[in-house]
C-alpha cells in the first residue's frame, strides 16, 4: 500500500476520533485567537528562559570570583574601594557567595522577593564600581553595561511574577 492509501484509510478514523473532519492548518485556530494563543505559548517558556540565563550569569560570576579570577587582581580593586586586609577578602568571598546564592535561588525559589533583591543588588554593586572603579563605566567591552538588559530582563520577571 502507498503512503497516500495508507493516509487515505487512516482519515475516517480520524475524523471519528475527533468526531468531526479534521480541519485544514487554516482553520485549526480562529484568527481572532492567535494573539492570545501565541501570548500563551510564549509565556510557557519565557520565564523558565529568563530565570535559567539569570541563574547562569549569578552562578558563573559567583565561580569566576571564587576560582578563576586572580585574587590578587580582585583585593587590588577592593582596595581601591577602601577595603584592605581581613575586610577586603571578607567582602571578595562574601560577594561571590552572595551570587552563588542569588544564582541557586533563581532556580529553586524564584519570586517577586527574590527579584527585588537581585535589582537591589546590581544597582549596589554598579554604585561601587561607578564610585570606586570608573574606568568601568567607559570599559569599550561595557561590563558594567551589561547590567542594563539584566536590569530589564529582572523587571520583565517581577512584572509577571505571582510568587511572592
Partial sequence: MTGAAASARRLPATADLLGHPARGLAQFIEPADVP???QTALARWRAPLLRASLA??????????LFAFPIGESLAMLARLGLSGGAASSALYAGAVLDLVLGIASVIRPGRRLWVL????????????AYGLPEFIAHPFGPVLKNLPILALLFVLLAEETKP
Fill in 118 to 129: 537581585q535589582i537591589v543588588v546590581i544597582i549596589g554593586y554598579t554604585a561601587l564600581i
Fill in 36 to 38: 492570545a494563543l501565541r
Fill in 56 to 65: 547562569t550569569v549569578w552562578i558563573l560570576t559567583g565561580l569566576l570570583s
